[in-house]
């Protein structure tokens, strides 16, 4: 007999990720003309050291590398976040509390398959923010949970507040998904929102994941983040895991080294799983890693570009499509009206590649779909392709 293994019906329910959907909606694939907006990506030149440390421990491709990365990483990053967010000593065990990952899409997915066990009262509940990361849907989905797609408190640009959700509802949650500085609306959750996040996480018991990647990338101040909160709450890293990368802080996205901090019970679990199904960080990268997370000044420097890339910005659309400089992160969230629409003719007229807001959302049965008037648009490339793209942009959709 031969056995063909169906797709599980849980991907049934799940629609094509963003990027596959806006294939289907241009058709024709990007050319060596297209500035393509629609993926962030960023395009900053990459740290000279990168070449040179992974040139320098070229011997060490022929070792397998630990699951838990090496401890001089996960010191690194230790030392980074103590200094970043102005850590008291001790609070997190480089190693018991750190864990690298192949960049940080594989650590959100697989954290749901290792807390989404059964809760009373029948299926596991995932909270995500709406709109999202579309990698914690897929995880909830096939982590056997149901999402709870969470609306911002102030409308489709702001953050999600857990603490307002029924007790009821909270009680059967495993996992909450949060995004600071949020992808795609680059909106900042202040530290009082932090901390009820926390308390909210602790007094239900479930895990929150605070995605961070994009806490390097700011306008005016640096975003807080949730281990402030942990260290102002008290109890250690109690039921919170923190996400970050390398990828958008100093621009390689190709290294794919990410990092997990947090609870350490949890990190245990999550460590043991990844030994089945996760990708260890070859030696070489890790190294390379460790040396970018102590070194700040090619951070400063990218920074400065995508705040002047916001000036552009600022300049071209004013306060047309709600304009709004993001607090984090290098996305643009406009208000076009039908994103779908709006992508189409960018693509057609101007060669431009844009994601529909639609596609980083999910229907709300009071309000539809809240991406659906949004395009997202990445600022990754240079100034003069920014200032090019912006100003087509703007010439053709318009905007009073």
């Known amino acids: 007999m031969i056995i063909r293994p169906g797709l599980d019906a849980r991907l049934d329910t799940l629609p094509d990720y963003p990027f596959a959907r806006l294939a289907k909606l241009l058709g024709a694939p990007p050319n060596d003309e297209s500035i393509v907006m629609s993926i962030g990506e960023p395009q900053h030149t990459p740290p000279a050291m990168v070449a040179e440390i992974i040139a320098a421990n070229a011997s060490l491709w022929g070792k397998y590398p630990p699951a838990n990365g090496p401890l001089e990483l996960r010191r690194a990053v230790t030392d980074w976040a103590k200094s970043r967010y102005g850590l008291p000593d001790g609070l997190i065990d480089p190693e018991t509390a750190v864990l690298p990952a192949a960049g940080t899409r594989e650590a959100l997915y697989l954290i749901a398959q290792a807390v989404c066990g059964d809760r009373e009262g029948g299926r596991p509940l995932v909270l995500l923010p709406n709109p999202f990361y579309q990698v914690y849907a897929g995880a909830a989905v096939m982590a056997g949970a149901e999402p709870v797609f969470v609306p911002g408190a102030d409308g489709p640009t702001s953050q999600p507040d857990f603490s307002t959700l029924p007790p009821e509802l909270l009680d059967r949650v495993a996992l909450a998904y949060l995004c600071t500085p949020a992808n795609p609306q680059g909106s900042v959750a202040d530290l009082g929102l932090l901390d009820r996040q926390v308390a909210t996480a602790r007094r239900h018991g479930f895990v929150l994941a605070s995605d961070e990647c994009y806490s390097e990338i700011w306008d005016k101040s640096p975003p807080p983040g949730v281990l402030e909160a942990c260290a102002r709450a008290g109890q250690g890293l109690a039921n919170v895991l923190v996400f970050n990368s390398l990828s958008k802080r100093s621009s390689v996205p190709g290294l794919r080294s990410g990092v997990v901090i947090g609870d350490e019970g949890v990190i245990k679990a999550f460590s043991r799983l990844r030994s089945y199904g996760g990708a260890a960080t070859p030696l070489p990268i890790a ?114």
């Open 287 to 400: 190294a390379a890693a460790a040396a970018l997370w102590r070194d700040e000044a090619h951070v400063v420097a990218s920074r400065d570009l995508y705040r002047a890339k916001l000036d552009i910005a600022q300049r071209i659309f004013g306060t047309r499509f709600g304009f709004r400089r993001p607090e984090g992160g290098f996305f643009l969230w406009l208000e076009v009206g039908n994103g779908e629409e709006a992508a189409i003719r960018l693509w057609r007229e101007a060669n431009i590649r844009v994601l529909p807001g639609a596609y980083l959302a999910a229907e709300d049965s009071e309000d539809g779909n809240p991406g659906s008037r949004f395009i997202r648009v990445a600022l990754v490339h240079d100034l003069a392709t920014t200032e090019t793209a912006l100003g087509r942009i703007a010439a053709i959709l318009g905007g009073a």
